[in-house]
């Protein structure tokens, strides 16, 4: 019997987790018991490890890192068409998905789940999407996928950090203050999207938001309460859209999204569906797609959901 495999990101949360390693191992050797380990160097790695991990029959793939190195260790265990288990090990800037989960981040509490949790089996979204040069391509996601502010917002945090008074504040900024900042940046300066929405089989909708989000998890954007209502069992996305309220109303609002009250808000639109697919809007340019945290292209997508994909290892839904 292989030995737990921890997939970790080293460069996540500004290179902490890197740094910050071995403390880590020693709580999960001290909470869990032994392991292998593997880390990432470029992007997709952890994807492709997991891939090769699961085939070769790891039981157990833990990702170490933030939401979009657990995505990825995720697609690489679907991708595998084995029945491998995912386990996560939180140190990242977002933290999104372990929130719906519930998974703390103190290591030795997130060890002891990794010893001692339920295996749950979990619904997942694939999206197929238009890659930066054109190319059609598919993943899968776990938490949310979406397009308006969200990907300008994404797109800021992970370049220089926010420029809004801060120069460089990405490498010491919390996850959530690094996502407001840049959300109130993107709120003054951009316009909201045109799009057409079909949710499965009704009638196309033009709608003009200032973000859409496709949503099989509760949280993004570093801690954004979006759907409140998802769940990860019920074989639905909850599809969450924000309207033009402008700038003002947007920031003005800003902490219902963190405590999920904002669904009775005018203009906040909220449905369930298994299947969405999205466009521009007339004379509407480029529109990019943030998916659990990453840029990986743009619209049209087609979201589909995936019910009771993938083993995870967590406390009790």
């Not at 949310?144 to 809004?164: C, H, I, L, N, Y």
């Not at 979006?226 to 019920?234: Q, Y």
């Amino acid at each position: 019997m292989l030995l737990p495999l921890v997939i970790l990101n080293p460069s996540s949360a500004s290179g902490t987790t890197g740094a910050n390693w071995p403390g880590l191992a020693s709580e999960l050797r001290k909470h869990f018991g032994p392991f292998q380990v593997k880390f990432t160097e470029h992007r997709g790695d952890a994807a492709a490890l997991a891939c090769e991990a699961a085939r070769k029959g790891t039981d157990l793939i833990v990702a170490c890192g933030g939401d979009g190195t657990i995505s990825e260790v995720a697609n690489g265990i679907l991708n595998s068409g084995k029945q491998a288990e995912l386990g996560i090990l939180p140190s990242g800037t977002g933290g999104d998905f372990r929130r719906t989960l519930d998974i703390p981040t103190r290591p030795s509490e997130a060890a002891k789940i990794l010893k001692q949790g339920k295996t749950q089996l979990i619904d997942v979204g694939r999206v197929t999407y238009l890659s930066a040069d054109g190319v059609s391509q598919s993943r899968y996601f776990l938490g949310v996928a979406s397009f308006g502010m969200s990907a300008e917002v994404v797109r800021r945090v992970k370049s220089a950090g926010p420029d809004w008074l801060f120069a460089d504040a990405s490498k010491w900024l919390s996850g959530r203050l690094s996502f407001g900042i840049s959300m109130l940046q993107t709120a003054l300066r951009s316009p909201a999207t045109k799009v057409i929405v079909q949710l499965d089989d009704e009638p196309e909708r033009h709608l003009t938001v200032a973000n859409l989000c496709v949503a099989n998890a509760r949280y993004f954007g570093g801690g954004m309460k979006i759907a409140p209502e998802a769940s990860l069992t019920d074989g639905k996305f909850d599809v969450v859209s924000i309207g033009d309220l402008g700038a003002l109303k947007i920031l003005a609002n800003a902490p219902r999204l963190y405590v999920g009250t904002h669904l009775s808000l005018d203009r906040v639109g909220h449905a369930l569906a298994k299947k969405v697919e999205a466009r521009p809007g007339d004379n509407e340019g480029e529109i990019l797609l943030e998916v659990d945290g990453e840029l990986p292209g743009r619209l049209p997508a087609t979201f589909q959901i995936v019910p009771q994909a993938l083993r995870i290892r967590c406390p009790t839904l």
